[in-house]
């Protein structure tokens, strides 16, 4: 498996614009989290789904922050409108959930957003 | 409340044996601890993770005492490549938050 691939890798964009990160999480893996770095808040997590369902988002900023996850095999991270402070690196990371068990989780290589 | 606290950084130097020790005393019965490493400009990885006692793979070895309410991630002979940030996790498989973690840097 190729791992979990996340696109664009880069972003610039200007304020005020839409923004939409994907992200592909390993195939047969049925939980999927979102989370922002940056360097002042460190590493924070966004929204978690289980079997494409959001089941935490207490996480997302605010309402300008949105997330999707239409199937098993992709899922969205959209921000509108983009403002400057939503400029970090967005990570998502994928686990095979299984009752009573903890698994690894395996993380893409992000997306590094630039808002100006 | 944090769900745990490690340093915010230390430093070795190159084959020398690491402990990082994380705490967490409010840990639940059904809690798990695991560890995860990031290099910059990557996401983190797993390195390992345990329920009790000690655990050992390749890479680390995680100590857990009787009363499970601190880790020890123990990294023997660290290289350069050891340096970056390692973060304690503790809970169910659905609670990946990460705290602030402890950055590492190896020195010659």
């Given at each position: 498996?190729?791992?979990?691939?996340?696109?664009?890798?880069?972003?610039?964009?200007?304020?005020?614009?839409?923004?939409?990160?994907?992200?592909?999480?390993?195939?047969?893996?049925?939980?999927?989290?979102?989370?922002?770095?940056?360097?002042?808040?460190?590493?924070?997590?966004?929204?978690?789904?289980?079997?494409?369902?959001?089941?935490?988002?207490?996480?997302?900023?605010?309402?300008?922050?949105?997330?999707?996850?239409?199937?098993?095999?992709?899922?969205?991270?959209?921000?509108?409108?983009?403002?400057?402070?939503?400029?970090?690196?967005?990570?998502?990371?994928?686990?095979?959930?299984?009752?009573?068990?903890?698994?690894?989780?395996?993380?893409?290589?992000?997306?590094?957003?630039?808002?100006? | 409340?944090?769900?745990?606290?490690?340093?915010?950084?230390?430093?070795?130097?190159?084959?020398?044996?690491?402990?990082?020790?994380?705490?967490?005393?409010?840990?639940?019965?059904?809690?798990?601890?695991?560890?995860y490493q990031q290099f910059p400009s990557q996401g983190p990885r797993f390195i390992i993770q345990g329920y009790k006692t000690k655990v050992t793979n390749e890479v680390a070895?995680?100590?857990?005492?009787?009363?499970?309410?601190?880790?020890?991630?123990?990294?023997?002979?660290?290289?350069?490549?050891?340096?970056?940030?390692?973060?304690?996790?503790?809970?169910?498989?659905?609670?990946?938050?990460?705290?602030?973690?402890?950055?590492?840097?190896?020195?010659?």
């Amino acid at each position: 498996d190729a791992g979990v691939i996340q696109s664009p890798r880069h972003e610039v964009t200007e304020m005020g614009q839409e923004v939409t990160l994907r992200c592909k999480p390993i195939s047969g893996h049925n939980s999927l989290f979102w989370y922002r770095q940056t360097m002042m808040r460190g590493l924070e997590l966004l929204i978690y789904f289980n079997n494409n369902v959001p089941i935490d988002d207490s996480g997302m900023p605010e309402d300008r922050f949105s997330a999707k996850m239409p199937n098993a095999s992709f899922s969205t991270l959209k921000i509108q409108p983009s403002e400057p402070r939503d400029s970090a690196v967005y990570f998502c990371a994928s686990t095979k959930e299984v009752f009573d068990t903890l698994s690894e989780a395996f993380f893409g290589q992000g997306t590094r957003l630039t808002v100006v | 409340l944090a769900k745990t606290t490690q340093p915010i950084s230390m430093d070795s130097y190159e084959g020398q044996e690491v402990n990082i020790t994380c705490s967490h005393n409010n840990i639940a019965t059904n809690d798990y601890i695991t560890w995860y490493q990031q290099f910059p400009s990557q996401g983190p990885r797993f390195i390992i993770q345990g329920y009790k006692t000690k655990v050992t793979n390749e890479v680390a070895s995680l100590f857990i005492p009787a009363d499970r309410k601190s880790s020890t991630l123990s990294l023997p002979r660290v290289s350069l490549s050891d340096t970056a940030v390692y973060y304690c996790l503790v809970g169910p498989n659905n609670d990946m938050r990460f705290g602030a973690g402890t950055r590492l840097t190896v020195k010659p």
